[in-house]
């Protein structure tokens, strides 16, 4: 059997410990968010669309993980037999390590391996992924014309069904994959010694615990650390809290010791010893919508960017209006809800309807890390209206008033926002509505529109929360 396979080499890239663990104690993981899981269905469609581009290919994929040595001798015969052209999923080993190429095609007397990747750009990641897969090809003997990453090509307009050869761009990464073979070579030897080690290496926690990705035994490693440490402090960038942290200063009490009472990082630290949230008023309170409007509206716009275009005129990861909810006092019954859930083809309609309301109000307030007022003029929705009324942004006002919770360090949702200063309120990951926006059946979107209509509730309890009762006379 293999010792090291793709995920779990870039994953000893980045820590040691976290490949040691997913290889001798993966039942530790924390469990997956909808996002990542999201993601890595949209990494299969998006793979699964692109063997089109190269049809009548053999499938290689094994059922199990104990098909693997077939599958390795399986793909090894295919090369030698010259009625197969296309393999998918062609199964490699060497030097221990194992790896399924995406795309194998025969070009002459030799073959073009392909590793399609569903984003617009790439990453240095997958640089280091496509290195790998050479090291391995080379080793296994296999003749290679040349090395290419395949993604999304963000100029690709859909009309009509969608044509896989101008919905890919192809970059040729032989260069980059031969330049680094040798660096590859002392890694995988480096890390098949991390995986035979009779316990985990000794790694401390540090920046590689969320970079390049976000390590998935955060709950294990970090487990020792209080949850009021000053390592969730976000004053000071993340290399200086852990040369800290590991350099004497390992306690709060020692910390606020080194830092001035009226610091940034010691409000932080009285804000994780009370349990509480901080927030610089005075920034808050300047940023207050002026004049204090007469109408508002809170509005929460669900968008979905589809990897690949759903329908025609738009691009991959295009933005659309997929869903909104409005609530305010023009509003009948308070509030108005709006889906195109089960006909994504409707969902321009939202334009017009969300101009027409709009345009009652003095002051639209939401909460997203979008641009929202940009959001609304590149629907055209701005241009359109009657007379002017202000985005107010609590995702940016917020920000700009240092607004600071452990939950928020690396994720400032609403989520995390609610449950800071509202402890009993307990929204979901905005993700699950997409996820459920793209159901099959009106339970989901049933679900889906009460999950929207509860985070503009929750929008509207911080927006009167700070803003209610300004201490200032607009
Ligand atoms: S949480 Fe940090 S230290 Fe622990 S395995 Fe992951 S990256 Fe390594």
């Known amino acids: 059997m293999h010792i090291l ?3 779990t080499y870039i994953k000893g890239l980045q820590c040691e410990k ?6 001798k104690h993966p039942y530790l993981r924390d469990k997956l968010s909808i996002e990542q899981r999201a993601r890595f269905q949209r990494g299969t469609d998006v793979g699964i669309l692109a063997q089109q581009c190269f049809p009548g290919g053999v499938n ?16 090894m015969a295919n090369l030698a037999d010259p009625a197969v052209n296309v393999m998918y999923e062609a199964v490699f080993q060497y030097n221990d390590t194992l790896i399924m190429v995406d795309l194998l095609v025969r070009d002459g007397d030799r073959w073009k391996a392909v ?28 003749p290679l014309s040349d090395f290419q990453l395949m993604h999304l090509n963000g100029d690709y307009v859909k009309n009509g069904d969608i044509d896989v050869q101008e919905l890919f761009v192809m970059v040729s990464v032989l260069e980059y994959a031969q330049e680094k073979e040798a660096w590859v070579a002392a890694n995988v030897e480096r890390l098949k010694k991390v995986v ?7 790694c401390r926690i540090g920046t590689q615990c969320h970079e390049p990705y976000t390590c998935d035994f955060l709950g294990h490693c970090w487990k020792q650390v209080p949850r009021n440490s000053f390592l969730y402090s976000t004053a000071l960038p993340d290399e200086e809290l852990f040369r800290l942290y590991f350099g004497g200063y390992g306690t709060n009490a020692l910390m606020l010791k080194q830092m001035g009472s009226e610091s ?6 009285e804000a994780l010893e009370s349990g509480s949230y901080y927030i610089d008023y005075k920034t808050l309170f300047a940023l207050a919508p002026d004049p204090k409007p007469r109408s508002i509206a809170y509005l929460n716009l669900l968008l979905d960017r589809p990897a690949v275009p759903e329908l025609d005129g738009t691009r991959p990861y295009q933005e659309m209006i997929l869903a909104f909810a409005l609530s305010g006092d023009q ?11 089960e006909d994504h083809a409707q969902w321009r309609e939202s334009i017009a309807l969300l101009t027409e309301r709009l345009s009652r109000y003095d002051l639209i307030v939401c909460f997203t890390p979008l641009d929202l007022a940009s959001t609304l003029m590149r629907h055209e929705i701005t241009q359109n209206q009657t007379f002017g009324y202000k985005v107010f942004n609590l995702y940016e006002v917020l920000n700009h008033a240092r607004m600071f919770h452990p939950l928020m360090k690396y994720d400032f949702s609403l989520q995390h ?10 929204l979901f990951e905005h993700s699950r509505i997409v996820v459920e926006a793209h159901g099959t059946d009106l339970t989901s979107y049933q679900q889906a529109k009460e999950d929207l209509i509860a985070e503009n509730e929750v929008v509207k309890s911080i927006y009167q929360h700070f803003f209610k009762k300004m201490p200032v006379d607009n």
């Open 417 to 426: 926002v609610a449950q800071a200063m509202f402890h009993e309120v307990k």
């Open 264 to 269: 940034e990082e010691a409000h932080q630290i």
């Open 196 to 202: 035979a080690l009779p316990h985990a290496p000794l």
């Open 18 to 23: 976290a490949l040691y663990m997913t290889k």
């Open 331 to 341: 509003e009948p019954n308070g509030h108005t809800l709006w889906d195109c859930f």
């Open 60 to 75: 290689m994929t094994p059922n199990a993980p104990s098909q693997f040595p077939k599958k390795v001798q399986e793909t």
């Open 5 to 7: 396979s793709k995920s």
């Open 115 to 142: 590793e399609v990747k569903s984003s617009l750009r790439l990453s240095p990641t997958y640089y280091n992924d496509a290195a790998l897969q050479y090291y391995v090809l080379h080793g296994c003997g296999v």
